[in-house]
């Protein structure tokens, strides 16, 4: 039982069943609903679930996330299918940047170093020299040359805040996500009031005024680390809401409350236990990625993990 009233043990038994006969690796995205990550083998954020797909030799890979996270997987790890259990699962963010739009910006700086957020496609991915996710944002931009200019894509928010900790002036591409975005500086002034002892916590792709304002600013996984190791009781988390359980799995005895409770991420919860059994029963659907592309992507993403 995850907490929502609803038994799912004779689903997770069976799949934990298939996932064994197939030779499966299951990974899960802290996004994902509670009863998926009580399913997986590995829950974990895009650096960690992408580092765990190259490491791997299960003879497939069940990717509980959204579709770039299958392709980043694919692109690591060819040798094995990819599975990702909800093919409709993508990802806005990752949407709002093109190849062509991106080219055009690569010929307006020449000689700039393309810095690409892991929340994009494998076909934009191909067109950056560095991957990046929140996790590591800020080393991935003090590793560029001073004397060389900076595009970052795709999300303007984390781009800033990462530009910001390491003291470098990068060129923004316009993307948000969505599910950051609609947190507002009146949703943590208002959750303030309401639980005045707890911390703000905030993911670095809000906007720049609540990360502002908040005690910190982390990825998924250096949320559970603050969390962990910090003295206070209660928390206020500034991201997708799934990770709210994963915080009160790993830090027992402290209670979490969101910002706001509209903070989902549709795409992340349309993967069901009832796609994971299928995507084991029938062995897809299996996301690609064509070799040239994954021969240009790869150098950007090896880079990143
Ligand atoms: S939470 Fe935001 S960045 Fe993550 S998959 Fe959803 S839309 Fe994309």
Redesign the pocket.
Known sequence: MDGSLVDHSLVQAEIRRLAGEKGAVILAHN?QRPEVQDVADIVGDSLGLSRQAAASTARMIVFCG?HFMAETAAILAPDRPVILPELRAG????EMVDVEGLQALKDAHPGAVVVSYV?TTAAVKAVSDICCTSANAVQVLRSVPADREIIFTPDQNLGAWAAKRAGRSVILWPGF????EWIRVSDVEAARAAHPEAKVVVHP?CRAEVSDIADAVESTSGMIRFCREDDAEEYLIGT?LGMLYRLSRDCPGKRFYPITEVSV?Y??KMTTLEKVVNALRTEGPVVTVDAETRAKALQAVQRMV
Not at 91 to 94: G, R
Not at 177 to 180: A, I, L, R, S, V
């Open positions: 996004y959204v990802c806005p963010m990752a929340n996500c969505p599910t950051h792709e997708e991420c795409n992340m």
